[in-house]
């Protein structure tokens, strides 16, 4: 074996050090044959084999000559690409997520590659007897298989336990072994395949109009053909390609009269490889016009970034930031670099996404995760291939292969969906992005109406530069908003209102009688949280988690959020035999209930997860808002995240104490950031917006600060009470989960880690501790929380420390089921 990888007279490298998309501690080495070396570069995929000759796609990630100690190096079997497909950056990239996020190479690699680009393994039986009299005699179990392979020469193992079951597969395949008709071939399958469709053109020799007239005139005598002929001419006009399936669905022909018009030597019909992404840009090229206040704003963006290589733009809702953003984009692809749009939300992606084609046309690509696994890989390469100078995305959209990016926008930076939660790697995008940007040594905006606490710190500390875009587009006025007493509702009840206080239902109809729309903001989906016996108190609870269940009228049905667990609804207590069960609290399916009932005549629509699982829900939903076929939009916090609609006037904040009783030190900024943001969907063009928010605690000064649309005096509040609790920005946390199936086992391993990590003085250390919902799919959860000041010394050894301590206790006898989890920086 050591012959194999010998070194070469000219110097070639011996191994290779590989990513493999599995949950491994770090990447594996491999040596390279005699005939690859020379041919392998980082970044390019290779057939590897692991464990009983299971074949893998890794992606090489570097060279040497420094061989392993302790095992036989096993050789790469193959070359699988000609170039890389992830360039060095990338690399570079990935390898800074997995350390600062505590993720295993293999895990960014899950995340960060396409599914298409990661190759699956598949054995196949081939039909070769060894001998010339085949034996006809088989098994009951066997001779379906026999017969197929006969038929067919070769099957794949899928394909063989679809024809003899799962129950007959290993009798089958051993019996088919032994009498020696077969043989095994493992290799990887490739599953990305380029989209083929039939391209029809017109023969050369019809270029000219005088040799159209002339066919024309010929086809006379055939008026189908002759149809066929002018549906192609119109399509041809309309369309740079042709294809086959359009032909006959404009002409109404037959594919046989299609092949006629080609044996006539008219048409050629070609197979070609077509993009699955198609973009219809029917706009011209639009120019950027801005208001003397983004004038001031764009001076003042242009010197920051000059000074300092990120930028902080803080401006109201309807401020008109994105026109800052066009106009800085414009420049950098006139320098021949790249832009990324980062967006928190795949929603926030449908409406400015055909804004941006007005102003970028084909050079603008979208990527996100409600794509094909097949167009995803159909983007990853117009990226690579520099055909896309500017994307737009959610924070699956960093892991593409940019050859040379030149600015980062991060748009509504504050949100906490830029927050991976599950699987590893927990990154969050916005941080990401900041040191992908120093990879390309590109500039990065960070933008928002309502900024983090810790983006608003750095840029008081000179970190950011920071820019303040204070008035909406065109001197528009911000809504007026009102705090409504919420109590009131107990005077209303017994006429069928429940949730809808008698100000808020007068401004609704008043903004109906103005042909104006309306947006409800409740942070619950379902129909009700949860139900409640009122004789003993008892819950409906899901079996697998420690939560109660949500009833869904939609399905009729209770509802785990945590493991989509249903059940039955329930009419009688189990506990004491009572039919007294009430629906308590209220979700978005409750509030359209009522607001049918109240405006019957009204067009409501529903914005939230249940109502929006569809690839294309969400586009048509937002196009029925903007085309004003809706007139009251309910929804969840996906109607918060920058949606711009000219007709929306009313605004209405339903439970705003729910939002301000949230155990977590954030809840007040989430809160003020969620209420504010809402609110700003409001009077976007004509400046009469109105946001009314029901609350039965009216002087929580988190209100005051939205009814003033004060960011300056919440900050101040915050950063205070921040500092005083040695909360970020002014430590670093860090969040430990131990899950079991077994209780005392999850504590056990959370004990065992947060006692190693008292060795590490200068921390603090909290947990363990059951987590907010204890028990999640079966799985005991509990927690140890780390703050760490801001010292990159004492936080490396606080990951190292974690890192050991998981290989220490899941390495203990009966601990192989424990997981433990890492989460930085968590939100």
């Known amino acids: 074996m050591q012959s194999l990888f010998a070194n070469n007279e000219d110097g070639q490298f011996r191994f290779a050090d590989v990513i493999l998309p599995l949950n491994l501690p770090g990447m594996l080495t491999y040596g390279i044959p005699h005939e690859m070396q020379g041919l392998i ?37 193959a070359l699988i690409d000609e170039f890389p497909i992830v360039n060095e950056t990338q690399l570079k990239f990935w390898k800074w997520v997995g350390q600062y996020y505590m993720a295993a190479p293999g895990e960014v690699m899950q995340a960060a590659l396409p599914s298409h680009l990661k190759l699956s393994g598949e054995t196949r039986l081939q039909w070769a007897p060894q001998h010339e009299d085949v034996v006809n005699e088989w098994s009951n179990e066997t001779f379906p298989a026999a017969e197929a392979l006969e038929l067919r020469k070769e099957l794949t193992i899928s394909e063989l336990r679809n024809i003899v079951g799962s129950r007959y597969l290993t009798i089958a395949l051993n019996e088919l072994i032994e009498k020696e008709v077969v043989t095994i071939h493992d290799e990887l399958e490739p599953l990305y395949k380029p989209r083929k469709e039939r391209i029809i053109t017109l023969a050369p020799a019809y270029n000219s109009e005088e040799a159209m007239h002339r066919l024309f005139d010929e086809l006379q005598r055939a008026p189908r053909q002759l149809d066929v002929v002018m549906a192609y001419t119109e399509l041809s006009i309309k369309n740079k390609i042709v294809r086959q399936h359009d032909l006959l669905e404009r002409s109404g022909a037959t594919a046989a009269q299609i092949k006629t018009l080609a044996d006539k030597g008219i048409f050629k019909i070609e197979e070609r490889e077509i993009d699955r992404i198609t973009t219809d840009v029917n706009e011209s090229i639009k120019k950027i016009e801005f208001t003397p206040a983004q004038k001031i704003a764009y001076r003042e963006l242009e010197k920051g970034l000059e000074e300092k290589d990120i930028l902080l733009l803080q401006g109201v809702t309807g401020s008109g930031k994105t026109l800052l953003y066009i106009h800085k984009i414009k420049e950098y692809l006139a320098q021949g670099k790249q832009a990324l749009f980062l967006l928190p939300e795949i929603g926030l992606t449908t409406q400015l996404v055909s804004r941006l084609y007005a102003y970028f046309g084909e050079e603008l690509g979208v990527y996100h995760s409600r794509f094909s696994n097949n167009e995803r890989v159909e983007i990853w390469e117009k990226v690579r291939q520099g055909k896309y100078k ?6 699956s959209a960093l892991w593409l292969p940019y050859n040379d990016l030149g600015l980062i926008i991060a748009d509504e930076e504050h949100d906490a969906s830029y927050k991976q939660k599950d699987p590893a790697p927990r990154f969050h995008a916005r941080d990401a992005a900041i040191y992908l940007a120093t990879l390309h040594n590109a500039k990065v905006i960070l933008g928002s109406a309502t900024p983090s606490v810790e983006s608003l710190y750095n840029s008081s500390q000179g970190k950011y530069a920071y820019v303040n875009l204070k008035e909406r587009y065109m001197g528009v006025n911000m809504p007026s908003i009102q705090i409504i007493n919420a109590s009131t509702l107990e005077h209303v009840r017994n006429q069928g209102i429940r949730l809808i206080t008698p100000d ?9 009688q103005k042909k104006k729309q309306v947006i409800l903001f409740q942070n619950r989906r379902g129909y009700a949280p949860f139900q409640l016996c009122t004789v003993c108190g008892w819950v409906p609870q899901c079996k697998n988690c420690a939560v109660s269940l949500t009833y869904h009228k939609s399905t009729d049905k209770l509802h785990c959020h945590y493991c989509g667990q249903r059940s039955a609804i329930i009419h009688t207590c189990p506990s004491c035999g009572s039919n007294r069960i009430q629906s308590k609290s209220f979700g978005t399916e409750k509030i359209e209930e009522e607001i049918h009932q109240l405006f019957p005549k009204a067009r409501i629509a529903r914005m939230d997860i249940d109502s929006m699982r569809g690839k294309e829900s969400m586009s048509q939903l937002l196009q029925e808002l903007e085309k004003q076929k809706i007139d009251i939009l309910i929804g969840t916090q996906m109607v918060v995240k920058g949606l711009d609609f000219a007709n929306v006037s009313l605004v209405g904040i339903l439970s705003a104490d729910s939002l301000l009783s949230y155990p977590d030190f954030r809840v007040n900024e989430r809160a003020f950031q969620l209420m504010e943001q809402v609110s700003g969907r409001a009077g976007r063009t004509d400046g009469a917006g109105q946001v009314l928010i029901q609350a039965y605690n009216m002087h929580h000064p988190v209100l005051q600060w939205v009814q003033q649309h004060d960011v300056q005096a919440f900050y101040e509040q915050e950063i205070i009470y921040r500092k005083n609790f040695g909360y970020p920005p002014f430590s670093r946390l860090v969040k430990i989960t131990c899950k079991h199936k077994e209780e005392p086992k999850a504590i056990e ?31 005991y959860i509990q927690e140890v929380w780390v703050k760490c000041p801001r010292d990159s010394r004492t936080i490396e050894q606080v990951k190292q420390l974690l890192l050991h301590q998981k290989q220490v206790v899941t390495g203990i006898k009966g601990n192989n089921a424990v997981q433990i989890l890492f989460d930085v920086d968590p939100l």
């Open 41 to 77: 570069h980082p970044g390019m995929r290779v057939e590897i084999s692991l464990g009983r000759n299971k074949l893998y796609s890794a992606v090489v990630a570097a060279l040497h000559n420094h061989q392993p100690e302790g095992y036989e190096v096993k050789p790469i079997r």
């Open 749 to 779: 391993a959370a004990m065992a880690i947060a006692t190693a990590l008292q060795d590490i003085k200068t921390i603090s250390i909290q947990g363990p501790v059951p987590a907010l919902v204890s028990r999640i799919r079966n799985q």
């Open 504 to 512: 808020l239902y007068t401004a609704i109809a008043t903004t109906l």
């Open 390 to 395: 500017i994307v737009v995305g959610p924070r």
